[in-house]
């Protein structure tokens, strides 16, 4: 049980320090651009925030204040992992809209011009936005079931971590990915291994066994294979009931849904 006004109070205070540390980060990585501290206060005239300063200045703060309120810290965390997880898909469809974390030139057809730049690019805070959907997606989906303290949080580090890390060759602007990825990555598996109290051994040795029966037994591939396939099939059914049902609710509110219906 948490106490309301400890929450909001730990909300606001969070937002507060996550959004100070995105700036400060932004403007130090940056400081070509402003060579002046008075230069960050003027969002309007020098937009921009960091991920991982934000990030960073956000669990300290969730952590200090959330110890001296006396509210549970890995709880408080979880929870926090879901907001993250939404601001980053809000964040990256702003950033797409304004132009900011630029992918690399790219001739491919769902490249797309940027103002500030020369040529089409790789619409990266698109492409991160729909991945952090679908991570939000099954975050969600976690939390909604039984879960050990800590589960949802580490599992929201370890996917940030990767998902940047992946996608950082193709960014414009990549040095500090390689760096705050990594550590998220590690931070992640840490609570994960802690909270759960699982092996990190156990854990390798089966993924080991895993690629050993892989690649030395035909009987294990094929089961393998037929497992994907009875998922991929599962999946798609439930996704066209989605859709039927989805169809059917429309047309209880009279909405034409094709344009030979128009």
């Avoid at 106490?3 to 400060?24: M, N, Q, S, Y």
């Avoid at 991570?135 to 976690?142: A, D, H, P, Q, T």
């Avoid at 949802?152 to 950082?168: M, N, P, Q, Y």
Wanted: net charge positive; proline share 3%.
């Amino acid at each position: 049980e948490f106490d309301g006004e400890k929450v909001l109070d730990l909300i606001v205070l969070t937002f507060l320090f996550g959004l100070l540390g995105a700036r400060f980060f932004f403007v130090v990585e940056n400081w070509q651009s402003f060579q002046d501290f008075s230069k960050a206060i003027v969002f309007t005239k020098y937009p921009g925030l960091s991920v991982w300063g934000g990030l960073t200045f956000g669990a300290l703060s969730l952590y200090i204040f959330g110890r001296r309120l006396k509210v549970d810290i890995l709880t408080s965390f979880d929870l926090a992992a879901i907001g993250l997880l939404a601001g980053l898909v809000f964040g990256n469809v702003g950033c797409f809209l304004g132009g900011c974390n630029t992918g690399i030139p790219s001739n491919i057809f769902f490249a797309s011009n940027v103002e500030g730049f020369v040529g089409k690019r790789l619409p990266i805070p698109a492409i991160e936005a729909l991945i952090f959907t679908v991570v939000l997606r099954y975050i969600w989906k976690m939390s909604s079931r039984f879960h050990f303290q800590g589960k949802i949080v580490s599992t929201t580090l370890i996917f940030l971590g990767l998902i940047k890390l992946l996608l950082s060759p193709f960014k414009e602007y990549r040095v500090e990915q390689f760096i705050f990825s990594p550590i998220a990555v590690f931070l992640g598996l840490i609570i994960f291994y802690k909270t759960s109290r699982k092996s990190p051994i156990e854990d390798l040795a089966k993924i080991g066994q895993f690629f050993k029966y892989m690649l030395t037994s035909s009987a294990y591939r094929k089961k393998m294979l037929l497992n994907i396939k009875k998922s991929w099939y599962n999946n798609l059914n439930s996704w066209r009931f989605r859709i039927y049902q989805w169809r059917k609710q429309l047309r209880r509110f009279h909405v034409r849904v094709t344009p030979k219906n128009i």
